[in-house]
């Protein structure tokens, strides 16, 4: 990159993005353990890969080294957030997820949502 976002940032790893990106998934990972057994090569892989998606996408990006491929990356990682959140809502819909759970994988993703937006945002605006 021809300069790092801010000084605190070393790694991918100190990203607030790919921190939540990352919990994010593992969230997903334990609400889909309830789901129908019948579902396991279907809408549980499915959330599991959009959802895994989302970090390393982030973090694919970051270590690409230039602006245009981070935010390139970001912009993938941002359309598999959104691809999960529509799973999320099929499964809301079927009755497989609902209640604390699905209420903290919901907000999380709008987390995700607002903070790689932010990032994006910001890495245009230096482009520009």
């Known amino acids: 990159m021809e300069e790092a976002p801010t000084p605190n940032i070393r790694t991918f790893r100190d990203l607030v993005a790919w921190q ?23 809408m549980v892989s499915q959330m599991r890969r959009s959802a895994v998606s989302i970090p390393a996408n982030i973090a694919e990006g970051y270590g690409r080294g230039r ?4 935010i390139r990356y970001l912009e993938i990682g941002r359309g ?6 529509t ?3 099929l499964a809301r819909e079927m009755k497989w ?5 699905m209420t903290a994988v919901a907000r999380l993703a709008d987390e995700v949502d607002r903070v790689v937006s932010a990032l994006l945002r910001s890495l245009k605006r230096r482009r520009a």
């Open 87 to 89: 799973y999320l809502e």
């Open 20 to 42: 939540k990106g990352v919990r994010l998934s593992l969230l997903v990972y334990r609400l889909t353990k309830r789901f129908p057994d019948d579902e396991k090569f279907g």
């Open 67 to 70: 602006r245009a491929e981070y």
């Open 97 to 101: 997820a609902d209640g604390e759970d």
């Open 80 to 85: 598999s957030l959104f691809e999960l959140q």
